[in-house]
């Protein structure tokens, strides 16, 4: 079955560290990917999105995803973190001919000053 | 603001009762989606509606059930309520891109 496994259930790092977030996919064929961040009592909110084409995403709060088909990875990036960015970010994969949205785990970042 | 809004925000209720959340999805769109968020089972995927029509179903339990209707607001019913149950469901739109769902604050369901 399709699904995306977050290993990390919960990440550490000190602002202005640069981060990353594992994402792995189980898929047949290329799949649909998305990041999606949820902040304390807030709803999620689309960060990026992977569909086809060019490997390296960019997204939203200056955020990058980059698709690798060899290591069934769509790992999400960010090169310096703010305290701000602290939440769940959950990757996400739509079901083949469907439009069903089906998430990881999540990972809770956690960001010390 | 994600232009999606679901109310109440807060309900607290007995076992064996029963409940509605409402979702007014954002203007044109045509799809809703409804999630529950809980701790031991995450983000489940339980329905999809598009345009008044069931187009989804994932982990829904048979005591729930979801309409859109003419106005493409949604209401999620959740009947005979169990402990098990208490959780976030959360409403969420789409303009129809495949996963591009904007999300509701959630309705937090607490079940005594």
Known sequence: AQSVTQPD??????????LELRCNYSYGATPYLFWYVQSPGQGLQLLLKYFS??????????FEAEFKRSQSSFNLRKPSVHWSDAAEYFCAVVIYNTDK?????GTRLQVFP | DSGVTQTPKHLITATGQ????R???????????WYQQSLDQGLQFLIHYYN????????ILERFSAQQFPDLHSELNLSSLELGDSALYFCASSPGDPG????????RLTVL
């Open chain 2, 23 to 33: 979702c007014s999805p954002r203007s044109g769109d045509l799809s809703v989606y």
């Open chain 2, 100 to 107: 591009e769902l904007f999300f509701g604050e959630g309705s």
């Open chain 1, 101 to 105: 949205l089906i998430f990881g785990t």
């Open chain 1, 53 to 62: 084409g060019d490997t390296l995403v960019q997204g939203i709060k200056g």
């Open chain 1, 9 to 18: 259930i919960h990440i550490t790092v000190s602002e202005g560290a640069s």
């Open chain 2, 18 to 21: 029963r409940v509605t959340l």
């Open chain 2, 52 to 59: 008044g029509e069931e187009r989804a179903k994932g982990n």
